[in-house]
């Protein structure tokens, strides 16, 4: 299984418009950040987690193949904005997208002419499949669904044999614990190093990796305020790394 991280950045992305601070000054590529999202390969089954407003830029150096699943963790821009530049791959046929019942609402109000009955040409050919907390097949991948909170908005994330990925996390139902025994690689969210209200904080989620201990952590949808990478990266134990845009981990 392959695990292409196509964005690690927060809602703002990383250089945020405008700013002038170190992060967003910086040379080094690893402190560019998209909106955050993965490309999981596992056989010839491609299954991408969200759909960020980067998208296209995303899916631009890479391969043009068939998507087979496209999972979202809930419904902010940062997660979805990039739906409509689905439109390539119609050509593939129907493109399922595995959410819950809310999250589906939320994008059949926010982009109802992808579901109309007669949509005109050109449109992406979007399927929504409603999904909750049960595990389900996607072609010959079994995906766990994990309840995370978002602050309060119960929102998910994912697992496939021993990799998870757990973004927008603030807190962590205990029942929700079990799930996430034996990974091989957790990819969870940090996304600075003061508190933030919906996110977990640096610490927080330290203190996350500690409780679930993974063989090898990475943090994504990072903010500007996290710091420059390499700064940050130094600081860290050496099992815990801070994901950037284009990184790619065999499991
Ligand atoms: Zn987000
Ligand atoms: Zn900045
Ligand atoms: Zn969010």
Request: one cysteine or more.
């Amino acid at each position: 299984m392959k695990i292409t991280f196509l964005g690690t950045g927060t809602s703002s992305g990383i250089p945020v418009i405008g700013c002038e601070c170190i992060v967003c000054n910086s040379n080094n590529e690893k402190d560019r950040r998209l909106r955050s999202s993965v490309l999981i390969e596992k056989n010839d089954t491609r299954i991408l987690i969200d759909v960020t407003p980067d998208f296209r830029e995303q899916m631009m150096n890479l391969s043009f193949q068939k998507i087979n699943g496209i999972l979202i963790s809930h419904e902010h821009y940062d997660h979805v904005g990039g739906l409509d530049d689905l439109r390539p791959y119609s050509r593939f046929g129907e493109q399922d997208i595995y959410a819950e019942r809310n999250v589906s609402q939320a994008l059949k109000n926010r982009i109802p002419y992808c579901f109309m009955t007669n949509r005109y040409a050109g449109i992406p050919d979007l399927r929504i499949i409603e999904i909750d907390t049960s595990p389900f097949q996607l072609e010959d991948v079994e995906i766990i669904p994990i309840r995370v909170m978002h602050h309060k908005l119960p929102i998910l994330g994912f697992r496939i044999d021993n990799f998870a990925y757990l973004t927008d996390v603030k807190t962590v139902p205990s029942e929700e614990l079990s799930k996430l025994k034996n990974l091989d690689v957790l990819v969870v969210s940090a996304l600075r190093i003061k508190e933030h209200i919906s996110h977990q904080n640096l610490d927080q989620a330290i203190d996350l990796i500690h409780t679930i201990y993974p063989q090898k952590a990475y943090l994504t949808h990072l903010s500007h305020e996290m710091g420059l990478h390499n700064e940050v990266q130094n600081q860290l134990e050496k099992d815990i790394q801070l994901a950037y845009d284009g990184l790619e981990i065999d499991l």
